[in-house]
């Protein structure tokens, strides 16, 4: 029986595009991005109401893809080419390149892996397909993993980061791939199920191993196991729905980010709570996110 449950707008700011939540326990923030309007924010989560207090804002130039966290507070960014590292200072020093300059695509989402590495996709700005990346950052250097993609999106690891799991949203397939989290080597490409109804964006894994799959367009969060049967369902009051994460002290809140983008006037009076963070209670815990190793000199 498929469980249902349903998410609370968690604050009043409005986002063009919400992405990428992302929990760091040791300072008790969530992190995410507003992709077109090229920003990485923080916030408090409070783990009882669900209710998310935005704080800070680093802006930068162009748009914003994805964030992730070291240990020591220091953030890893995806802007719209590069990666761009931001100590707890505020420096900003460019990683990596990884698109050619002037290419009409952009970074999308990132996450890190068991071991700290982090890994980005990109995504068309046009209507080529199949030909965008998901790469590997191993120290200053980008390594592709695919080269084929069309949307390159949501990622997770299982609970014994053994086995990735990545989303190209345009054709609503998600892959799956032996993982070597000691050396970051993948194993072969294998389609583990296609979404037949919306279109799948961001994703996390459960302490269970199940994959949480954010529906854009059709307004929900899928909870799927990893033969893609449909566990639990919940429902967002907006209807594109872009990424949850697992966050609050015990990775027991289920943080969902939405967008305003597309939306006409008349979608936006019919869904106010488009462009709002989302929390919900869904009876299980996620796993933890590995804190990103930065490069050393």
């Known amino acids: 029986m498929t469980r249902r449950f349903t998410a609370t707008q968690a604050c009043g700011e409005v ?68 990666l761009t590292r931001v100590d707890t200072a505020g420096r ?3 990683i990596a390149r990884v698109l050619p300059p002037g290419v009409r695509s952009r970074l999308n989402d990132g996450a890190v892996d068991p071991a700290g590495r982090f890994l980005i996709g990109s995504m068309a700005l046009d209507d080529r397909e199949g030909q965008e990346v998901l790469a590997r950052l191993d120290g200053t250097t980008c390594v592709h993993i695919d080269e084929d993609l069309t949307l390159s999106n949501g990622l997770a690891w299982s609970p ?49 191993g199940n994959l949480w799959i954010a529906v854009f367009g059709g307004g929900r969060v899928e909870c799927r196991d990893p033969g893609g049967h449909l566990l639990a369902v919940v429902e967002v009051g ?15 809140v289920l943080v969902i980010t939405t967008s305003t983008n597309d939306l006409s006037a008349r979608d936006l009076a019919e ?27």
């Open 271 to 297: 869904h106010p709570g488009s462009g709002h963070l989302f929390t919900a209670e869904v009876g299980v815990r996620g796993v933890a996110t590995p804190y990103w190793a930065p490069p050393r000199p």
């Open 238 to 252: 907006a209807p594109n729905v872009t990424c949850p994460a697992f966050a609050g002290p015990d990775l027991d």
């Open 160 to 208: 014994a980061g053994d086995r990735l799991y990545s989303i190209d949203s345009t054709p609503h397939v998600v892959w799956e791939r032996d993982y070597d989290a000691a050396t970051g080597r993948t194993g072969p490409r294998r389609e583990l199920f296609r979404l037949a109804d919306g279109m799948p964006d961001g994703m996390c894994a459960d302490s269970e």
């Open 92 to 94: 900003r020093t460019e």
């Open 15 to 82: 986002y063009a595009l919400a992405e990428g939540p992302v929990w760091d326990p040791l300072r008790e923030r969530l992190l995410w991005v507003d992709i077109d309007a090229g920003a990485v924010h923080e916030g408090r989560l409070d783990p009882v109401t669900g209710a998310v207090t935005a704080t800070t804002a680093h802006t930068f130039g162009g748009t914003v893809g994805a964030v992730a966290v070291s240990a020591d507070g220091e953030l890893v960014v995806a802007e719209r080419e590069v």
